[in-house]
Structure formats: structure tokens, C-alpha cells
């Protein structure tokens, strides 16, 4: 276990940044002491070291939104920490998903969903339908995001929004698989986008 440098922080208190592991969004600022921290490793959960009550506050102890811990990081200077966690329902006393009051959108979850992809792509089960597309080739995987393209077309005609975004998703994975068998990423389009709004 990894302990930053605790006497460089007023009262031996170092600022904490909770950031959505998925996301990126930053969700909320605390602060820790060795015991806190200690406490975060043990239980997998954040724990501060609240100063208004005086003790270890667990975030979620009593409202059950808790912060379920994925990484820690120290900075260079090991006086300040950064958790990337998964946040269990929103993060704000307030009820807002960031003590900033900001959306947590999952978009950051299309960059884990390429990982995963990448991974599947370069694995040895011959029963996951990702290698077994790969395995085909570029003219099957980009025969299957036409197929789901006009599957999405033909539900937009209709009012069955539950089936009009459950073909979008299946467009939009089978589009990732096109991109990455192509040697791109999603981000790769983003900039085009970005340049083209400049």
C-alpha cells in the first residue's frame, strides 16, 4: 500500500480529487489522512477525513451513494491524491451527479467499450462474436454496420423508441468494430468533428 507524503498537508490533511472511472468527470474534492486513506484501501470505498465532524467519513454512509474505489495516484510531489471510482448513484449531498452541479454523461464509457473491443479482437475465445467478426474480416464487419444502419432507419419510422435505441446501440458497437479494423478510434472522428466546428 502506498502512502503520499501526509506532513506536507495542513493537520496532515492532503486534498483527495474523486474522479468517475469511466467518465472522467471529476465528481467531488475531500480530504484524507493516512488513517482515511488506510481505511479507502481497506474497504474499497472513499473515506475522508471529514473536518466538520471531526472523524472518518465514508462518502455514502449514510445516504448508500458510495464511491467505489478502482485506482489510487499520487501526484509528483505526493501531496495531493486522485481515486478514479465508480460512483453508486449521484455524488452531491445536493443530489447532483458533481459537487459542481454537472452532468456525469457516460460518453467516457465508448472509450472503455473500445478496450474492451481491442481486447476481445486480440484474444484467443474462439466463442466471442467481437473475434469471430475480426476473424472474418473488413467485408463482413462493414456488411454488419450497413445491416444495423438500416435496421436503425426502419425503426426511426416507427414510435417503438425502445427498439429504435437498441439498434442505434447495436449500430453504434458494430461502427466501433469498423473503426478499429480500420486502426482508428471513435476520438479519431471526435477531431474531424471538433475541426470542422472550429
Known amino acids: 500500500m ?5 506532513s506536507k498537508g ?3 490533511l492532503l486534498p483527495a480529487i474523486i474522479q468517475d472511472e469511466t467518465t472522467g468527470k471529476v465528481l467531488m474534492l475531500g480530504y484524507m489522512n493516512e488513517a482515511a486513506l488506510k481505511q479507502t484501501y481497506e474497504i474499497d470505498k472513499v473515506t475522508f477525513f471529514s473536518r466538520s465532524k471531526n472523524r472518518l467519513w465514508t462518502k455514502g454512509e449514510s445516504s448508500g451513494n458510495y464511491l467505489h474505489v478502482r485506482n489510487i495516484a ?7 491524491i486522485l ?3 465508480k460512483p453508486e448513484g449521484p455524488t452531491c449531498h445536493t443530489g ?17 467499450l473500445e478496450r474492451v473491443i ?6 484467443g475465445d474462439e466463442k466471442s462474436y467481437v473475434k469471430s467478426l475480426f476473424d472474418k474480416g473488413i467485408n463482413k464487419i462493414a456488411q454488419k454496420v450497413g445491416e444495423e444502419a438500416i435496421e436503425v432507419v426502419i425503426e426511426a419510422k416507427d414510435n417503438d423508441y425502445d427498439l429504435f435505441l437498441n439498434e442505434s446501440a447495436d449500430l453504434l458497437f ?3 468494430i469498423l ?19 472550429r
Do not use: M
Open 2 to 6: 502506498e502512502i503520499p507524503n501526509f
Open 10 to 12: 495542513e493537520n496532515g
Open 118 to 123: 481491442e481486447s476481445r479482437k486480440n484474444g
Open 96 to 112: 447532483a451527479d458533481t459537487c459542481w452541479n454537472e452532468k456525469n454523461e457516460s460518453i467516457g464509457f465508448i472509450a472503455q
Open 179 to 197: 473503426l478499429q479494423a480500420k486502426g482508428f478510434k471513435l476520438q479519431d472522428v471526435v477531431k474531424i468533428l471538433e475541426s470542422r466546428h
Open 174 to 176: 458494430h461502427y466501433l
Open 83 to 85: 481515486i478514479k471510482a
Open 74 to 80: 499520487f501526484d509528483c510531489d505526493q501531496d495531493a
